[in-house]
Structures are given as structure tokens and as C-alpha cells.
């Protein structure tokens, strides 16, 4: 052991290894007369032979985004693991050893440093032989097809292109509004999740698309329908059959085969596959047949500035005019990447289109769920949010101006994000063929850092992080005359209208409580995904 520790402080010397001069660590080098020495990725818990940390990430009390934050709260922000290859669906073990990362700090220094921290295993993984293929989620940073996608659709992301959608999610959320008071007047119970996927997935049609799905409003969805029963039938696939039989690669892989499960799965994913190359093949259609316009009967884009027409477009599709940002598949369609002038491969798109339509309408569904779940079992919080959205809104439509001014609305989202992460983790890994360094730690060639964004958002060690509390009993509630209850559905679903992002400084709950919440829209917490 000390041989191999002393090889690889030698390799991170730059005196020693000229290959590792350009990656020095800050935290290496010499300051105000003080360096700091390298030291090992600290150890986790064990593992056992075969099994790894089986042990330590499994069991009925919680997923494994559960089992590694009460690690972090034992072992800190940094620990090494052994991840059995079924339970995280990336090799981790391709290149070298598995770190758990849930330090603030090193977080920030390892998206520092792109060149050196990347992702590098979904090529060798099976997720990229399932719908996704060679998405933005599932191409690795050394891929050109990732930077070329990204290049072509970042334009969609920008503050721009969602003030240009904002009229089309505002015309959605009315139809989600008057779902929750048709069904909040009867009296039972609102199942919210389900009603906010089809809400969601509606979104993503229409900026999307420019397709109509209408799920809202009860018109039949195959693709909703298809997309329940391959979840269904995934997780059976990871519980395997009994015991730990989905934690490994090849268990899970002959219990499928033994229950058939593997042969659904590949059976809606084709099918999936076929719907999502008829959409792609229905707006190629529209793009040849209605002179390029993406939107025929959509909610037309705000008035351009003289200067933003374009004289060739006058008259034609307002997707056209200068400046004016095109929905996401007429994008990937008919503009080509700014660096290599080439359109985005056909196969691609519909990787591309696969994975908005999925990933794009499933984790924001979920969180807000969990945003009306906390919202509506807190209310304290239920007031100020209440109060907020009537001081800056009123009774009057919703702009997209007024999102900006309500602070404490963006600040319980972002609270709700910071507790209940739709992404628990991602994976970052070092260079294979180099010993490297992060903060005073040495990192071996290939180490993988699986990123525990639960973990890091409840790292009671870091100064960075508040821990979470049960919060206090809020104020009694009033029904004056003319005033709506603030857990009444158009109170709480104006927040979820508010921008997204991981930390907060917000006081929303972040535990249920025992008392139940008096609004007309009520959940049970979403089993962990």
C-alpha cells in the first residue's frame, strides 16, 4: 500500500510528471508560504466480498439516493464505495474505483475543471441502447454529437426562448387550473402526480413540438399510457426476483428473462420508438407542407420590432422572422450547427426528441408534486405564498414579468428542489490514462465520482448547508368573505410557474407533518423513482 501511495504522489508532482503541470491544483500549490500536502480519498464503509457495499445501499427503508445521503451524514463529503453494477445503470468500475461526492467545495472545483472531470461512461453503458440513445443525457463530454446537439438547441433554453413560450405553458396551466377546481369541487381527493405528467407532457408538446396533445382534457395518450407500463415494468426489473437479485448486471438480466420482463420492456420501447419517429415524421411534414411553419394554430409569438423582421419571411412563419426562437424540433430539422454547418443526423433527433419528451415532462411532473405536497402541509409557507402571488398578481392573468418579482415563490421552489432533487446523482469520472487531484485528495486514473445531489443538499458537515427541519405550526387560517383559501388550486399552482434551481434560503418545510393541510388539491409523497 505504501508503495502504491508513494507512485501516485509522484505521479501528481509536477517536478516528477511533466504530463501533470497544466492540471496543478490551487490547492497544491505553495500560498503565503504554506503547501498543502495530498492526501487519499478517504474510505466509506467495507465492502464485502462480491457484493461490494450491497449492504450499505439496499434495503426497505429507502432508495439508493436515501442509503448514500445517511452515508454522507456518517462519512463525510468524500468516501470511496463499492456500487453493485446494477443499481446505478453506469459502469462505474469501467476505469477505476467509485468516490461518493457530496462536498460543496469539491463540487465546485471539479465543474472548475471540464478538461479534467467528464463524463465518460455512457457509451460503454446499456442506457444508451435504450430510448434516449444519443441524447444530451446520454452522450459522454468526448462525444462530438453531444457539443453539436447542444449547440443547435441551447438557443431553446435561453431566457428568450422562454418568454417566447411562456404564453403556450400560461394557456396549459389554465387548463391544469380549471382540472383542479372541477375536481376540487367534488369533493374527493386530487391524485396530483398523474394529473401534473399529463400536465407537463402537454408543455413539451406544444414548445416542443408544436403538437397538441391535449392529455389535460382527457383526450386517450398511448404514448402516456405506454411510458406508465415501461416504468411498471422497470422497477419490477430492479426489485428482480426477491432478495438483492436486481443489484447486479447479470441477476437482474436472468430474472427478466425468467418473468418475462425483459421481453415488455423491449416490447414498449419499440413501440415508444415508433411514436416518437411519427411525431418527427409528422413535423417534417408540416415544415414541407405549411411553408416552414412549426405552428399552425399555435398561440402566435409577440409582436416583433421592425429590426427583428425578416424581409424574406414577411407574411410567412413568425418562426422565421430575426430573433424570434423556433420550438425544439423545427430547430433540430432545419438549423444547422454554427461550428460544422450540418444538420443533426436523423437518428439523433429522434434520441433528442425521445428523451424531452420523456425525461422533459416525468422529473418536472415530480417535482411539482412534491413543491404543492410541501407547500400544502405547510401552512405557514401556504400564506406567504398566497400573499405574495395576490401583492404582485392580483386577481388578474399572470405576466411574465410578475414571475420575476415574486421572490419568496422562486425561493420555495428552489427550496423544493434542494430537498427533493428530481436527479439524485449524476456521474463525473477522471481521466483513465492519469493520476490527478481534487482539493488535497489524490485521484487515482478513472476514478468515478458518483455526485449525490441529496446527499450534498443535506451534507450536515458543510458550514455551506443548512440542514432541514420540521417546521413549527404556521398560523390559523381565515376564510374572509371574497377571499380565495391560499390552498385553494390557483393559490398554490401559481408557484410552480416560478424559476428552478438546487439551494435556497427559504423556510419551506422539509418534512411533512402530522396535521393535515386543509386544500382541496391532497397527495401522498411519490414513492422514490
Not at 388578474?396 to 420575476?404: K, R, S
Request: charged content about 20%.
Amino acid at each position: 500500500m505504501a508503495a502504491v501511495m508513494d507512485k501516485l504522489l509522484s505521479d501528481t508532482n509536477p517536478s516528477t510528471n511533466p504530463s501533470m503541470a497544466e492540471d496543478t491544483n490551487p490547492s497544491m500549490a505553495k500560498g503565503d508560504g504554506v503547501s498543502t500536502e495530498v492526501v487519499p480519498i478517504p474510505s466509506g464503509p467495507p465492502p464485502l466480498p462480491f457484493l461490494g457495499n450491497l449492504r450499505d445501499l439496499t434495503g426497505p427503508d429507502g432508495g439508493l439516493h436515501e442509503h448514500i445521503t445517511r452515508l454522507v451524514s456518517e462519512y463525510g463529503g468524500l468516501f470511496s464505495l463499492q456500487i453493485p453494477s446494477g443499481l446505478i445503470n453506469l459502469p462505474t468500475a469501467k476505469f477505476g474505483g467509485t468516490v461518493v461526492l457530496a462536498d460543496p467545495e469539491l463540487l465546485g472545483e471539479l465543474f472548475q475543471r471540464p478538461d479534467v472531470f467528464q463524463k465518460r461512461l455512457f457509451k460503454h453503458s446499456a442506457i444508451r441502447r435504450g430510448l434516449g440513445g444519443q441524447g444530451l443525457f446520454t452522450t459522454d463530454d468526448d462525444e462530438p454529437i453531444h457539443d453539436q446537439a447542444a449547440r443547435v438547441l441551447l438557443p431553446a433554453f435561453s431566457m428568450r426562448g422562454m418568454q417566447e413560450y411562456f404564453e403556450m405553458i400560461k394557456e396549459t396551466t389554465a387548463v391544469l387550473q380549471q382540472q383542479f377546481i372541477e375536481q376540487g369541487a367534488a369533493g374527493a381527493a386530487v391524485d396530483l402526480h398523474p394529473l401534473l405528467s399529463r400536465y407537463t407532457f402537454d408543455i413539451i408538446g406544444k414548445v416542443g413540438f408544436g403538437r397538441d396533445f391535449s392529455s389535460l382534457t382527457g383526450r386517450p395518450c398511448s404514448f402516456l399510457d405506454r411510458f406508465q407500463e415501461f416504468s411498471e415494468s422497470s422497477l419490477r426489473l430492479q426489485q428482480g426476483i426477491g432478495g438483492f437479485s436486481g443489484a447486479f448486471k447479470t441477476s437482474k438480466a436472468v430474472a427478466g428473462l425468467v418473468t418475462g420482463e425483459l421481453a415488455t420492456s423491449k416490447r414498449i420501447v419499440s413501440q415508444i420508438e415508433a411514436e416518437v419517429k411519427a411525431v418527427i415524421a409528422d413535423k417534417k411534414s408540416l415544415l414541407a407542407g405549411e411553408g416552414g411553419c412549426p405552428f399552425k394554430g399555435a398561440a402566435p409569438a409577440p409582436a416583433p420590432s421592425e429590426a427583428e423582421i425578416d424581409p424574406a419571411a414577411a407574411g410567412g412563419c413568425p418562426f422565421a422572422k430575426k430573433g424570434i426562437v423556433k420550438d425544439m424540433a423545427t430547430r433540430m430539422l432545419t438549423e444547422p450547427d454554427p461550428e460544422t454547418g450540418e444538420l443533426l443526423p436523423d437518428d439523433n433527433i429522434v434520441n433528442q426528441a425521445a428523451t424531452f419528451l420523456i425525461a422533459g415532462h416525468d422529473s418536472t411532473s415530480t417535482a411539482i408534486t412534491m413543491l404543492l405536497y410541501h407547500v400544502a402541509q405547510s401552512p405557514d409557507v401556504e400564506e406567504r405564498v398566497y400573499n405574495e402571488v395576490m401583492s404582485v398578481v392580483g386577481d388578474g392573468p399572470i405576466t411574465w414579468d410578475a414571475l420575476g418579482k415574486m421572490k419568496y415563490c422562486t425561493q420555495v421552489v428552489k427550496e423544493n428542489l434542494r430537498l427533493f432533487s428530481p436527479a439524485a446523482q449524476f456521474v463525473k469520472t477522471s481521466p483513465p490514462d492519469q493520476t490527478v487531484t481534487l482539493g488535497r485528495y489524490v485521484v487515482p486514473p478513472g476514478t468515478s465520482f458518483v455526485c449525490s445531489t441529496w446527499g450534498l443538499h443535506r451534507n450536515k458537515m458543510s458550514t455551506r448547508t443548512h440542514s432541514s427541519s420540521t417546521p413549527t405550526a404556521g398560523p390559523t387560517r381565515t376564510r374572509p368573505s371574497g377571499r380565495r383559501t391560499p390552498g385553494s388550486p390557483s393559490a398554490t399552482a401559481s408557484a410552480a410557474a416560478s424559476g428552478s434551481s438546487s439551494r435556497s434560503s427559504s423556510s419551506a418545510s422539509a418534512s411533512p407533518r402530522s396535521s393535515a393541510s386543509s386544500t382541496s388539491a391532497s397527495t401522498s409523497p411519490p414513492s422514490s423513482r
